[in-house]
C-alpha cells in the first residue's frame, strides 16, 4: 500500500481548502488533527496557498499535506518545493503527467468520464478523483463504474456535503470523499476552530462505520 492510500484510507473525509491568509493554517491543522482528521488539500486558488502548504507540512509532520487544484508543470515543481505529501488535480494530460514522473509526487488525478478513468488506468492510477461528483452524475454514476473499473476506487469531490456525505462512502469503489462544506472561508477566518473540531468530531461520528 503506498503512503496516498494509507492516508486516504485512514480519512474517510479529505478537507478541501482554500486559505486566503497564512495565519490561519496553522489554527486549522491543529483544529483537524484534534477533531480527528490527518490530512489536508490546500488547494492553489489563492495567494497564500503555497506559503500555507510549506507552513502546514513544516509545522505539522503528522498531517499530510495536500496540494489541490494543481493544472500545469509548474505548479508541481512549486507545492514539491513546498513540501506537499501529494497533489491532485480534477483531470491529467501528458506534460502534466512528465512533471509529475519526474518530480516523483504521490498524486491523485481526476476524470469524470470513462475514457479518461482509462486514461489515468494507463498511467498507473488505481485510485483517481472523480470530479465534478454531483455534477457528473454522482452516486449512480459510481456504482456504474464498478464492473468495467473493478480495480480503481474513487475519491468523489464537488457537491459533497453532510446529507449525501454516506451514500458517497458506502458506494464500494470509494475509498473517500472530499468536501469543503465544513472549512470555508468564513469558518476558517472565524477563529473559532475550537467549534470547528467539535464539528469535526460530529461528522466523523455521523460516517462511522466500516466502509
Given amino acids: 500500500m503506498t503512503?496516498?492510500?494509507?492516508?486516504?484510507s485512514k480519512n474517510k473525509l479529505?478537507?478541501?481548502?482554500?486559505?486566503?491568509r497564512i495565519e490561519d493554517i496553522s489554527p486549522l491543522c491543529e483544529a483537524l488533527?484534534?477533531?480527528g482528521i490527518s490530512t489536508i488539500e490546500?488547494?492553489?486558488?489563492?495567494?497564500?496557498?503555497?506559503?500555507?502548504?510549506?507552513?502546514?507540512?513544516?509545522?505539522?509532520?503528522?498531517?499530510?499535506?495536500?496540494?489541490?487544484t494543481i493544472l500545469t508543470a509548474d505548479h508541481v515543481k512549486a507545492v514539491s518545493d513546498s513540501g506537499a505529501a501529494?497533489?491532485?488535480?480534477?483531470?491529467?494530460?501528458?506534460?502534466?503527467?512528465?512533471?509529475?514522473?519526474?518530480?516523483g509526487l504521490a498524486f491523485l488525478p481526476g476524470a469524470s468520464t470513462a475514457s479518461e478513468i482509462m486514461k489515468n488506468l494507463e498511467y498507473g492510477y488505481?485510485?483517481?478523483?472523480?470530479?465534478?461528483?454531483?455534477?457528473?452524475?454522482?452516486?449512480?454514476?459510481?456504482?456504474?463504474?464498478?464492473a468495467p473499473f473493478s480495480g480503481v476506487r474513487f475519491c468523489p469531490t464537488g457537491g459533497i456535503n453532510e446529507?449525501?456525505?454516506?451514500s458517497y462512502l458506502n458506494v464500494p469503489n470509494v475509498i473517500c470523499v472530499g468536501g469543503s462544506w465544513f472549512v470555508t472561508s468564513d469558518k476558517v477566518k472565524s477563529g473559532n476552530l475550537k467549534k470547528l473540531a467539535e464539528e469535526v468530531r460530529g461528522i466523523l461520528e455521523h460516517i462511522g462505520g466500516d466502509f
Avoid: C, H, W
Fill in 42 to 68: 490546500i488547494t492553489l486558488r489563492t495567494d497564500s496557498a503555497l506559503a500555507s502548504i510549506a507552513e502546514a507540512a513544516r509545522n505539522f509532520p503528522e498531517m499530510a499535506v495536500g496540494a489541490g
Fill in 163 to 166: 446529507k449525501n456525505i454516506v
Fill in 14 to 20: 479529505i478537507p478541501v481548502v482554500a486559505i486566503d
Fill in 126 to 146: 488505481t485510485i483517481q478523483k472523480f470530479f465534478p461528483a454531483e455534477a457528473a452524475g454522482g452516486v449512480n454514476f459510481l456504482k456504474s463504474l464498478s
Fill in 33 to 35: 488533527l484534534e477533531g
Fill in 86 to 103: 501529494y497533489g491532485v488535480s480534477p483531470g491529467l494530460t501528458e506534460k502534466l503527467q512528465n512533471a509529475i514522473e519526474q518530480s
Fill in 3 to 8: 503512503a496516498l492510500e494509507t492516508t486516504l
